[in-house]
């Protein structure tokens, strides 16, 4: 059965940092594309990071360049996103997600497996 559990969420002030983990139980995880989305009540779910499973290529939301950096480490089948130089907009619910293919698409309905999400909230 197909698992992702997302952990490292939580309360930071402005400017702090947070590392995202996920760790998945998916078949040849490291062929997968993965990635994180994120959601607040009443919007639309959006794309934040992506890691392809082909060559570890890595492309990210206008939102989070040079402030948050996707990862993966295929032997323990475990992607992270670590978060640097948070804004209070930045606060929501964020996804693991996984493709069944290796390449990366910023739409979340070509997504296969999810996630319950793990909050991240900035505030002062």
């Known amino acids: 059965q197909v698992q992702l559990v997302e952990s490292g969420g939580g309360l930071v002030q402005p400017g702090g940092s947070l590392r995202l983990s996920c760790v998945a139980s998916?078949?040849?995880?490291?062929?997968?594309?993965m990635a994180w989305f994120r959601q607040v009540p009443g919007k639309e779910r959006e794309f934040v990071a992506a890691?392809?499973?082909?060559?570890?290529?890595?492309y990210y939301a206008d939102s989070a360049k040079g402030r948050f950096t996707i990862s993966r480490d295929n032997g323990k089948d475990s992607l992270y996103l670590q978060m640097n130089s948070l804004r209070p907009e930045d606060t929501a619910l964020y996804y693991c997600?996984?493709?069944?293919?290796?390449?990366?698409?910023?739409?979340?309905?070509?997504?296969?497996?999810w996630g319950r999400g793990t909050q991240v909230t900035v505030s002062a």
């Open positions: 997600a996984g493709r069944t293919s290796a390449y990366t698409i910023e739409s979340s309905q070509y997504y296969d497996y």
């Open positions: 890691i392809s499973g082909a060559d570890g290529s890595q």
């Open positions: 998916i078949r040849n995880f490291g062929s997968r594309a």
